[in-house]
């Protein structure tokens, strides 16, 4: 069996994939199939009407286009905020584009999705690819911004190609390029794909391989804003972000903030994996209890009892699993407990986990994908990842829980980039919270040792 029959019957399962009907008020994922994927579905479906609603070009009205601040005023009253997992609030970060910078402008989705426990925008790219341009072109509008980029997870080339087939689709439809649908608007948009590094997912490192450069983040400030892809004033913002911007311009900024809760906006998908019945991808609105989610997702595996959760994707720090039941899914909720909402990835552990061994596969990640820019991060990250596997394997030292929280506070603040503090981050959770594990192991070794002494 090949790859591609492999997937399809994966697919056909409805397992980790979007189109298996159990959404709440779903957005981006509504009435996807699977094979509807086309432009004319798509449109079908109500596609590129928020296009031309703003350029003015509405199917026999006479609406005059919407301004570039009225657009970007819609986005701030939406309280969209960015799914790429700082959840910052996307209608500011588009006003800090300087719109009369006089040369070339960029904007860049970020659909490089190298988070573990995250794989929703490879879902959108695939089933819904439309949504996206629709949202990139939006944006394109709003700050003004004539080149775009779509930078794809170089893991996922099939979902690259099925992208450069659905911008084929827009360019023959003259929904991109030269004077959109007859306007005075351009709009040039490109696919690249990486090479599967997760720290090209970083938004500075993203750009230096956007420029054939080694991945590597830069310095911040400047920020991209200013100082993005080849110097140039640059926006970056998520796959699914971009993707939530059709609805917003359709039905109005207030009527998305509504569908979430406060400072929360609209719909979030959810990539559910770990111990439960259903894995998959969940698109539900800001908000929604936990316990919900889980339901959803047919609850934890048979015969198993709620460990532990990481709720937002392999950095964001563990929260037990009694304490999440109490939870709501939106960014201030899980912040409050200590963690964050991050890319909602959410990674659910059973009472079979060994969190000591949890943490071990975590930190391998960590070390070996940091850049090695800086020395914190590049030995820090290796240091802790021995540290753990000294301890699971029967050989931890007394003095290891208070070397590892030493070393988290010697890496978390001092680097480059996050991916320092979020390899930082779990660590800290995981001795807070499951601290008689460690004890356990650490003490079994000690015993050991004194016997044989
Ligand atoms: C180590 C690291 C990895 C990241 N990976 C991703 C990623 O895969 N996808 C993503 O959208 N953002 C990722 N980010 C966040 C981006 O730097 C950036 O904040 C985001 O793309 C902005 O889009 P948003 O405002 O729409 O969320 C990562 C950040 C760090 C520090
Ligand atoms: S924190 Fe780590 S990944 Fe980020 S720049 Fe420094 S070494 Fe590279």
């Excluded at 800001?286 to 460990?307: D, H, I, N, Q, Y």
């Excluded at 596997?389 to 003095?399: K, S």
Aim: some cysteine; charged content about 20%; proline content about 5%.
């Amino acid at each position: 069996m090949n790859v591609d029959q492999i997937l399809q019957q994966f697919e056909a399962t409805g397992a980790q994939t979007c189109f298996h009907g159990r959404h709440i008020e779903p957005q981006i994922y509504k009435d996807l199939n699977g094979s509807n994927w086309r432009l004319k579905d798509y449109i079908a479906r109500g596609g590129y009407a928020a296009l031309r609603k703003i350029l003015g070009k509405e199917e026999g009205g006479s609406a005059e286009p919407m301004t570039q601040d009225q657009v970007i005023a819609t986005v701030k009253d939406s309280v969209l905020r960015g799914r790429g997992g700082a959840g910052f609030p996307s209608g500011l970060k588009w006003s800090f584009m300087p719109r009369q910078f006089p040369g070339q402008k960029y904007l860049v989705c970020n659909s490089d999705e190298g988070e573990p426990g995250t794989c929703k925008d490879r879902d959108i790219m695939m089933y819904n690819p439309h949504i996206v341009i629709e949202g990139m072109i939006i944006a394109a509008y709003a700050m003004g911004i004539t080149v775009g980029y779509n930078y794809i997870h170089g893991e996922i080339f099939r979902v690259y190609e099925r992208f450069e087939e659905a911008l084929q689709e827009a360019r023959d439809a003259g929904l991109l390029g030269q004077n959109i649908l007859g306007s005075h608007f351009s709009f040039q948009l490109h696919a690249a794909h990486g090479f599967g590094a997760y720290i090209c997912g970083e938004e500075t490192a993203l750009l230096e391989s956007l420029e054939g450069k080694k991945g590597q983040p830069r310095f911040k400030p400047p920020f991209p804003a200013s100082f993005g892809l080849y110097g140039k004033p640059t926006t970056i913002n998520n796959t699914e972000t971009f993707a939530a911007v059709p609805w917003i311009i359709r039905n109005g900024g207030q009527a998305y903030l509504e569908i979430g809760k406060p400072n929360n906006g609209g719909t979030k998908i959810f990539s559910i994996s770990g111990d439960v019945e259903l894995p998959g991808n969940y698109e539900i609105p800001m908000g929604t209890p936990f316990a919900k989610l889980l339901e959803l997702a047919g609850g934890v595996r048979k015969g198993r009892t709620l460990k532990a959760v990481i709720p937002g994707g392999s950095s964001s720090p563990v929260v037990p699993g009694a304490q999440m039941m109490e939870l709501t899914m939106d960014y201030d909720s899980i912040a409050k407990a200590g963690s964050m909402l991050g890319s909602g990835a959410v990674i659910v552990m059973d009472d079979s986990r060994n969190m000591v061994e949890s943490l071990l596969r975590l930190s391998y990640f960590y070390s070996h994908e940091s850049c090695g820019q800086c020395t914190p991060c590049r030995e820090g990250t290796g240091w802790m990842w021995r540290v753990v596997d000294r301890i699971w394997h029967g050989q931890g030292r007394p003095e290891d829980l208070d070397l590892l929280n030493s070393l988290a506070d010697n890496i978390q603040g001092r680097t480059i980039c996050a991916l320092g503090d979020a390899a930082a981050m779990p660590v800290r959770a995981m001795i807070k919270h499951f601290r008689p594990e460690f004890e356990a192991l650490i003490e079994q070794a000690a015993q050991r040792g004194a016997a044989h002494a």
